[in-house]
């Protein structure tokens, strides 16, 4: 099945190496390897591939060469720059990976003028437009999520298997490699307390006293699990950016089956992941700073979500399940 980026990235390799990141498990190795080019498939995990690619002596003649887990080579951006700015782009690179890869943006300049990125989301209504109904992929979503994997099996039990082994993964390898936490099971405690707040302005003090650990802490945790793709946060809209970067944000799942099983819950959830992917991809293909967050007067009305570019509003959405009639908050 081929995915909503595949066309923009195939734009963009003849220009600037091309990073995939996004949530583990949302087919970028897939996509990567069915782009429709003679490819030359390389990931740093396979202990074979490592000496192929830290000799650099993949195969020239490939129209695509893919460097799979290359986050995990020392110094891996001065490698690329290196070839980069030796070689070009003969053949063509995509460098693909999830939490650590994204995390390029913090290595400095080396890369700086070399690259596009492209993020990866899970499936949503839009993408699969003309191939499903909307209800049908609605209703999977709500059901099963949308990755690929458990919503391509379109079964519950299937997908509660996956569902754990998908979390354990990213906590007890991603989160592992990120940094030396070593209380899982408060980690696990706070994710399990977020599936029933999705949709309300989290409080650092009352997370902290929940999981018996100081407001720092769990900040901090909240800001590993972010960069580990497993939910994002929606902060409130402010003029004032410093202002909206101090307020209670609300936290949603990229995995929409997570959330308790409420379905107004689910739903938000659901809408919240589309607008943020539709917003991920307008942003990476044109350039344009976008955010996606929520609006709270000081009366307490509230309006769930706000879409903007350069700073300022362009959309209000407010997401209702049965009720037609338009909130009073509009």
Known sequence: MERALTQLIQRDLGNKIVILTG???????????HI?????????????HRGIIREKAWDRRAQLVVLDELHKMPNWTSFLKGIYDV????????VTGSARLDMYRRTGDSMAGRFFRYRLHPF????????????????RILTVGGFPEPFLANDAEYYRRWRRSHLEAILRRDLLD???????????LLVEMLKERVGIPVSYA?????????????KRWLELLTELYVIFPVRPWHRNV???????PKYYF???????????ARLENAVACSLLKSIHNAEDRDGYRRSLQFVRTRDGREIDFVVTKEGAPTHLLEVKDTDETLSRSF
């Open 87 to 94: 070689e070009g782009l003969s053949p063509p690179l995509l």
């Open 178 to 188: 990120l940094t030396t936490v070593t209380d899982l099971h408060s980690v696990e």
């Open 206 to 218: 009352s997370l902290s006293r929940d999981v018996a650990k100081d407001p720092k802490t769990v």
């Open 23 to 33: 949530p583990r498990q949302t087919g970028k190795t897939w996509l990567a390897t």
């Open 124 to 139: 949503d209504v839009q993408e699969l437009s003309g191939r499903m109904s909307a209800e049908d992929t609605l209703n």
């Open 36 to 48: 429709g080019l003679k490819t030359d498939y390389l990931n740093y995990d396979d202990p074979e």
């Open 242 to 248: 410093a202002r909206s970067l101090s307020k209670e």
């Open 254 to 264: 990229y995995d929409t089956a997570q959330v308790t099983d409420e379905r107004g």
